[in-house]
Nanobody
């Protein structure tokens, strides 16, 4: 089992940057794939980015590709989401999620059993 804590959210102007962190408990964090999702008011939770377990592959939603970068530091049990060129439509609560299943689609909510509490990102125009 793993527990996740997000941090790094805040208020930023359009065009600015933020780096979110997802800190995980447990000694086997490298065995977990980690995803970032976001949920804006009145909208469904949507996939943002994911990084695979073992062999490091990364995946991005089309709306953030080229602007956001996901990375992981297994020594620190942390996954990062660097967000550049932020837009007002990026405003949402951002959640990280993790799971160690060997099969499944990392861009789907259903893949993940473990979720953090979320961190608010607000981008002003």
């Amino acid at each position: 089992q793993v527990q996740l804590v997000e941090s790094g959210g805040g208020l930023v102007q359009a065009g600015g940057s933020l780096r979110l962190s997802c800190a995980a408990s447990g000694r086997t964090f490298s065995r977990y794939a980690v995803g970032w999702f976001r949920q804006a008011p009145g909208k469904e939770r949507e996939f943002v980015a994911a990084v695979s377990r073992i062999v490091i592959n990364t995946y991005y939603a089309g709306s953030v590709k080229g602007r956001f970068t996901i990375s992981r530091d297994n020594a620190k049990n942390t996954v990062y989401l660097q967000m550049n060129s932020l837009k007002p439509e990026d405003t949402a609560v951002y959640y990280c999620a993790a799971d160690s299943k060997t099969m499944g689609l990392l861009h789907t909510i259903e893949y993940y059993d473990y979720w953090g509490q979320g961190t608010q990102v607000t981008v002003s125009s």
